[in-house]
């Protein structure tokens, strides 16, 4: 017993650092999974003109909002806490979407495997990739998951970087952030 409790903290470790591979859970064909980015007019404060490919189409993104209260949320497919987080990241969505915009940022990974995770779990809101880190370090989230907060002035209001993200805490903290009342 004391020898796994001594091993399971390296095998938890090696599950959050390990390298992404690059296919899906079933092989290296591509996910079906392509939803569509739209480029947003004003930078991300402290980002500055920042383009990224999208993950859904490939195209050439412009990261910031469109004159509407942006949620980043910055992810990976090998990140397990945001594993744990998807879920309530795409009811937040899904309550709030005429109100709020969000958008993705698979984060350190591979485009297939992003549009995998993107895929299994169901996401509908757009994502980028960001395989440099750009935008996570941008904003000075120390590691994933983490959540900016972004008013539609490209102002920074709030980041949320411990993980446990609910779709109820994020509505909650994105509400007080922006003055509006979200589900």
């Not at 004391?2 to 095998?11: G, I, K, N, S, Y």
């Not at 942006?70 to 744990?84: E, G, I, M, Y």
């Not at 990739?129 to 998951?145: I, K, S």
């Amino acid at each position: 017993m004391r020898r796994l409790l001594a091993v399971l903290p390296l095998l938890l470790l090696a599950a959050c650092t390990g390298a992404p591979a690059d296919s899906g859970p079933s092989g290296p064909d591509e996910a079906d999974w392509s939803v569509a980015c739209a480029p947003g007019d004003v930078p991300i404060a402290g980002i500055g003109e920042l383009e990224l490919d999208c993950l859904g189409d490939g195209a050439a993104t412009a990261v910031g909002t469109a004159g509407r209260p942006l949620v980043v949320v910055l992810w990976a497919s090998w990140c397990l806490p945001c594993q744990d987080e998807a879920p309530e990241i795409e009811a937040f969505y899904q309550a709030n979407r005429d109100q709020v915009d969000v958008l993705g940022v698979d984060t350190a990974d591979t485009d297939s495997r992003g549009r995998w995770f993107a895929h299994d779990f169901g996401m509908t809101y757009p994502s980028v990739a960001d395989p440099d880190e750009a935008l996570r370090t941008g904003l000075g989230v120390p590691a994933l998951p983490g959540i900016a907060l972004v008013a539609p002035d490209g102002t920074v209001e709030r980041l949320i970087v411990e993980p446990g993200t609910t779709a109820a805490g994020l509505a909650e903290a994105a509400g007080a952030a922006f003055g509006l009342e979200l589900a």
